[in-house]
Nanobody
Framework: QLQASGGGLVQTGGSLSLSCAKS????????MAWFRQAAGKGREFVAA????????YYSDSVKGRFTISSDNAKNTMYLQMNSLKPEETAVYYC?????????????????????WGQGTLVTVSS
């Protein structure tokens, strides 16, 4: 199971830190990722972390502003979001899978993930 938290209201240019706690069986080689979904839009890849933090991946739109990390001792993944923009208002979901992925491309695609947190709302005011 995944439990996301940390969302809230922030002004343009502000920062928020999201957390995703995982419980139950976990797969150390499976990626963990953040996706987001704005109202009326599809689920969009934000960032992913693989192999206990050895590799990270970001969408072009957040690269340089967001940082994904994990604390294996706490079974928790984090997303530090800086310089937030109003268009990044969305429900943010954490996700993981029950296996490693065969390709890097698969990391960016929501349908490949088996387990999802309940989502946490991030609202960026202009």
């Amino acid at each position: 199971q995944l439990q996301a938290s940390g969302g809230g209201l922030v002004q343009t240019g502000g920062s928020l830190s999201l957390s995703c706690a995982k419980s139950g069986r976990t797969w150390s080689t499976a990626p963990m990722a953040w996706f987001r979904q704005a109202a009326g839009k599809g689920r969009e890849f934000v960032a992913a972390i693989v192999s206990n933090g050895a590799r990270t991946y970001y969408s072009d739109s957040v690269k340089g502003r967001f940082t994904i990390s994990s604390d294996n001792a706490k079974n928790t993944m984090y997303l530090q979001m800086n310089s937030l923009k109003p268009e990044e208002t969305a429900v943010y979901y954490c996700a993981t899978a029950s296996r490693s992925f065969a390709s890097i491309r698969a990391i960016y695609t929501a349908v490949n993930y088996d387990y999802w947190g309940q989502g946490t709302l991030v609202t960026v005011s202009s």
